[in-house]
């Protein structure tokens, strides 16, 4: 059964991004049945032309990547999380909708790379990336289809300490 991970950040145009593709790259580079969305509570509608640019340098596909609202992920239709994550303060601090079937909430703060000096934006970016793709390993590393809601949550938390 696939596990649903739904990435949360405000504007859903960098970190989000990032971590929803970074996830998706490594879940099919090592054959792991887990599927990543990200989303916003108040997206931008655009995914920042930096963020694009990390992901493709590192040869990800960027080809089905769009900014959407969580409002996507709350009705009938929409796939059941297992895992939501936020990576941006602001959202982890918003009064996020009812997640059907109760998954496992989580925080994995990063700085907003968009907030670099222009002349290291890019290198922000890159970094930013890289730290993600290292958290998304971690989380790929786990035994989730044999873990319960406590253990996963404890172990989410502490991948964030490492």
Known sequence: MTTNVLILCTHN?????????????????????????????????????????????????????????????VGPSAPEMRIVITVCDSAAAEQCPYWPGSPVKVHWGYPDPSNAPEAERRQAFELTRQAIGYRMLQLLSLPLDRMGNDELQTALVEAYKS
């Open 13 to 73: 145009s960098a970190r989000s991004v990032l971590s929803e593709c970074m996830l998706n790259h490594w879940a099919k580079k090592l054959g792991k049945d887990v599927r990543a969305y990200s989303a916003g509570s108040a997206p931008s509608g655009r995914i920042n032309p930096y963020a694009l640019e990390a992901l493709g340098n590192a040869g990800i596909d960027i080809s089905s990547v769009r900014s959407k609202s969580w409002d996507e992920f």
